[in-house]
Every structure is written in structure tokens, then in C-alpha cells.
């Protein structure tokens, strides 16, 4: 039986929280710099694109009152930009096992924002887990350590990392990145980690609406070509939806190891995100590079929105060294040519 949405959700904030995190945001930063030697400059994870595209947000007319926060307080329609990538700091091919993230930007939002507050944007960055497999942002950070080095240093690094866990983790780490993916127009997309809203907290998702086919990706940019081809033929159109914290055991906020069941606690849609179609003649010129040089981040938030849970808060210290070090664009404020065509 659900538990109706709950507002007794309660953060642990650790006092050495700033210089563990600053640690592991140069940490990132240095796998970064020493790929910028061999490679293009680009960010320290989620290195590798697949598109950047404009979109539109719409927020529904039957939000329930509980989640009636900022923009999602009234019916309204936002434009986006968004980004799918693999996760992996390096420049690898798509059939490589890799996390597959997409991150979105609406832009128009009003209200105060967290980090730059005068700021038009909202962002939501998500990939195809509904948990994750490490206990702490350490662990998260200590295995991009480890599988960026060399290959035969990877295991006794992770041995380091994680000692007697590393089975278990592996294990989950396996099962999320092993899942045959063959169009990223076809999976659900997770926040994985929670957020504030309001006075509640929530998990959110990007759910396909029509279920994709595509056949099986066997060459180094297969989910770039198959996403262009399939935007050519048709728009694509996502739920997005939210998930609200209901109690400390079942739908934890600083342990992210456990995923929030929908029997405990179902998913609400509220809003609708449309990527059109793209037109025979391609992409407005120079949108691709733009989204490239954009900064997505959970903190890129309204007040009532802040990210929750240790592995959030490391990455309010990753997101900003990692785009200062590749000298990223500032937040877009909506007079971009592309939202405003004559
Ligand atoms: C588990 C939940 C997480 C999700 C859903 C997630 C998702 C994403 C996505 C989709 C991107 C690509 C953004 C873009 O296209 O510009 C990204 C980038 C990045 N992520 Fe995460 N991430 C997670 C956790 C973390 C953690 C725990 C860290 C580090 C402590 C981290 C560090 C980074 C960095 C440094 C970038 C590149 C930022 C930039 O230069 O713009 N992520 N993440």
C-alpha cells in the first residue's frame, strides 16, 4: 500500500562535506586536464555527445496540489535545450558499456535560482538507473579514478576503493550498464538521485511515450546516427515525471543504493517534454555547438528545488570545476537566435 507524500524528509550534512567534495571536483578535474593533452577540451564525465536539440516543456493543467511548485504551479510552456551523451570521461565507441545520460534545459523559468540567482533556467539530468550502486560520492568518484587509468591498474584500484563491496558493486554496476540499449529514444531516463519540491522531495524520470525499435548499434556513433535518422522521420515525446518521498526506509535520501518502488511510492506525470522533428535540411546552424558549450547541472535550480543527499551536494563542487576548467558558455537567457526565429 503507498504512503501518501511526505514532507519529513531530513538531509545529513557531514562537517568535512566541503573539502572531501572539492578533493574529489579536482580529482575529476585532473582526469579532465590530462585528456585535454591527447584530446579536444570537453567535460570531465559525459564526454562524449550524441545530439543537441531544441525542445519544448510543457507543464500539465492537472498537477496534483502537492506538486505544485514554481513552474509546475500552472499549465505553461518553456523552450528547452537538451543533450544525450554517453557517461564515460573518455571518447569511446557507443558499443562499449557506458552509462547513457540526457540532460535538459528550460529556459524562461522564473524565481530565484540557486547558484546564479538572477537566472532564467531549470535543468534535469537523468540516465537509465533508478538507483546507483555506490554507497558514497567517494566510491562514485573512486571508480571513474580507477577505470580511467591503465587497464591493469583498474582492479587493484577498485580493491582500494571499494575492499569487501567491490563484488556487490560490480554486480549492480553490471546489471545497469549490461542492459541492451539500442535507441536512446527507447528507454526510461532517472534522476536517480532526489531533489527538493517545496516542502517535498522527489525522484523524477523521462519516460518515452511510444516505445522505440531500432536495430542493434554496432558501430562507434550508432546512437548519434540512429537518433538523427529517427528525428528525420519524427519528433520524439517523453512523460516526465515525479516521484515523491513518502518515508526514511522506503524512499531514502542520502542512500541512493536504494531504488524508490513505484509500489511505494507511484509516479506522478507532470509535464510533457517534445523534442520535434528535424527537418530534411538539418539542425539551425551552430545549435549543436551551443548545447556543447552549455553547462547542465542539478543545480541549475529554483530555490525550491535544491538537490538532495551527499552524492548531490558532491556534485555542486564537480559540476562547477568541471565547466570552468573547459571554460563553458554562461547560462543561455533566452534571446539565443534559435528560440526567436524572425
Ligand atoms: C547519480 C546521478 C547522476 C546523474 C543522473 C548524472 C547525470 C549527468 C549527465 C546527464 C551529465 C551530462 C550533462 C551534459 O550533457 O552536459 C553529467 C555530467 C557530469 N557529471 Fe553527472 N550525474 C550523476 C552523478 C554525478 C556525480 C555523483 C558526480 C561527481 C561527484 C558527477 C559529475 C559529473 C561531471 C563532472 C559532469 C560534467 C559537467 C560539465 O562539465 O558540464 N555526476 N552527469
Given at each position: 500500500?503507498?504512503?501518501?507524500?511526505?514532507?519529513?524528509?531530513?538531509?545529513?550534512?557531514?562537517?568535512?562535506?566541503?573539502?572531501?567534495?572539492?578533493?574529489?571536483?579536482?580529482?575529476?578535474?585532473?582526469?579532465?586536464?590530462?585528456?585535454?593533452?591527447?584530446?579536444?577540451?570537453?567535460?570531465?564525465?559525459?564526454?562524449?555527445?550524441?545530439?543537441?536539440?531544441?525542445?519544448?516543456?510543457?507543464?500539465?493543467?492537472?498537477?496534483?496540489?502537492?506538486?505544485?511548485?514554481?513552474?509546475?504551479?500552472?499549465?505553461?510552456?518553456?523552450?528547452?535545450?537538451?543533450?544525450?551523451?554517453?557517461?564515460?570521461?573518455?571518447?569511446?565507441?557507443?558499443?562499449?558499456?557506458?552509462?547513457?545520460?540526457?540532460?535538459?534545459?528550460?529556459?524562461?523559468?522564473?524565481?530565484?535560482?540557486?547558484?546564479?540567482?538572477?537566472?532564467?533556467?531549470?535543468?534535469?539530468?537523468?540516465?537509465?538507473?533508478?538507483?546507483?550502486?555506490?554507497?558514497?560520492?567517494?566510491?562514485?568518484?573512486?571508480?571513474?579514478?580507477?577505470?580511467?587509468?591503465?587497464?591493469?591498474?583498474?582492479?587493484?584500484?577498485?580493491?582500494?576503493?571499494?575492499?569487501?563491496?567491490?563484488?556487490?558493486?560490480?554486480?549492480?554496476?553490471?546489471?545497469?550498464?549490461?542492459?541492451?540499449?539500442?535507441?536512446?529514444?527507447?528507454?526510461?531516463?532517472?534522476?536517480?538521485?532526489?531533489?527538493?519540491?517545496?516542502?517535498?522531495a522527489v525522484k523524477y524520470s523521462f519516460v518515452p511515450a511510444a516505445p522505440a525499435k531500432a536495430d542493434r548499434v554496432t558501430t562507434p556513433d550508432g546512437y548519434r546516427d540512429e537518433l538523427a535518422g529517427?528525428?528525420?522521420?519524427?519528433?520524439?515525446?517523453?512523460?516526465?515525471?515525479?516521484?515523491?518521498?513518502?518515508?526514511?526506509?522506503?524512499?531514502?535520501?542520502?542512500?541512493?543504493?536504494?531504488?524508490?518502488?513505484?509500489?511505494?511510492?507511484?509516479?506522478?506525470?507532470?509535464?510533457?517534454?517534445?523534442?520535434?522533428?528535424?527537418?530534411?535540411?538539418?539542425?539551425?546552424?551552430?545549435?549543436?555547438?551551443?548545447?556543447?558549450?552549455?553547462?547542465?547541472?542539478?543545480?541549475?535550480?529554483?530555490?525550491?528545488?535544491?538537490?538532495?543527499?551527499?552524492?548531490?551536494?558532491?556534485?555542486?563542487?564537480?559540476?562547477?570545476?568541471?565547466?570552468?576548467?573547459?571554460?563553458?558558455?554562461?547560462?543561455?537567457?533566452?534571446?539565443?537566435?534559435?528560440?526567436?526565429?524572425?
Open positions: 500500500m503507498p504512503l501518501p507524500p511526505s514532507t519529513d524528509w531530513r538531509e545529513t550534512v557531514g562537517e568535512d562535506e566541503t573539502a572531501r567534495f572539492d578533493a574529489l571536483a579536482a580529482t575529476l578535474a585532473g582526469i579532465q586536464r590530462a585528456r585535454s593533452e591527447r584530446h579536444p577540451m570537453g567535460r570531465a564525465l559525459h564526454y562524449k555527445p550524441h545530439a543537441g536539440l531544441l525542445a519544448e516543456f510543457t507543464v500539465h493543467d492537472d498537477v496534483p496540489t502537492w506538486a505544485q511548485v514554481g513552474i509546475f504551479a500552472a499549465p505553461g510552456r518553456f523552450p528547452a535545450y537538451v543533450r544525450y551523451s554517453n557517461g564515460s570521461g573518455a571518447f569511446q565507441p557507443d558499443t562499449e558499456p557506458d552509462v547513457r545520460g540526457i540532460a535538459v534545459k528550460l529556459v524562461g523559468v522564473p524565481g530565484t535560482k540557486i547558484i546564479h540567482p538572477d537566472a532564467k533556467t531549470q535543468d534535469f539530468l537523468a540516465i537509465l538507473s533508478p538507483s546507483v550502486p555506490f554507497a558514497t560520492p567517494e566510491e562514485f568518484v573512486g571508480l571513474v579514478q580507477a577505470v580511467s587509468g591503465h587497464k591493469l591498474l583498474a582492479l587493484p584500484r577498485l580493491l582500494g576503493h571499494f575492499g569487501l563491496r567491490l563484488g556487490k558493486v560490480l554486480g549492480k554496476l553490471k546489471e545497469g550498464l549490461g542492459t541492451r540499449v539500442d535507441s536512446l529514444a527507447a528507454p526510461t531516463f532517472y534522476s536517480a538521485l532526489p531533489i527538493r519540491w517545496g516542502d517535498y529517427r528525428l528525420a522521420r519524427g519528433g520524439l515525446s517523453y512523460a516526465f515525471r515525479v516521484q515523491p518521498y513518502v518515508d526514511p526506509a522506503q524512499t531514502p535520501v542520502e542512500d541512493n543504493t536504494v531504488e524508490w518502488l513505484e509500489a511505494d511510492s507511484p509516479w506522478v506525470t507532470v509535464a510533457t517534454l517534445d523534442i520535434p522533428r528535424v527537418e530534411a535540411d538539418g539542425q539551425p546552424e551552430g545549435l549543436a555547438d551551443f548545447v556543447e558549450s552549455l553547462v547542465f547541472d542539478p543545480w541549475h535550480a529554483p530555490t525550491e528545488f535544491r538537490p538532495l543527499g551527499a552524492m548531490q551536494r558532491a556534485r555542486n563542487h564537480a559540476y562547477r570545476d568541471s565547466s570552468i576548467t573547459r571554460g563553458a558558455a554562461p547560462e543561455p537567457d533566452g534571446t539565443e537566435a534559435w528560440l526567436n526565429p524572425s
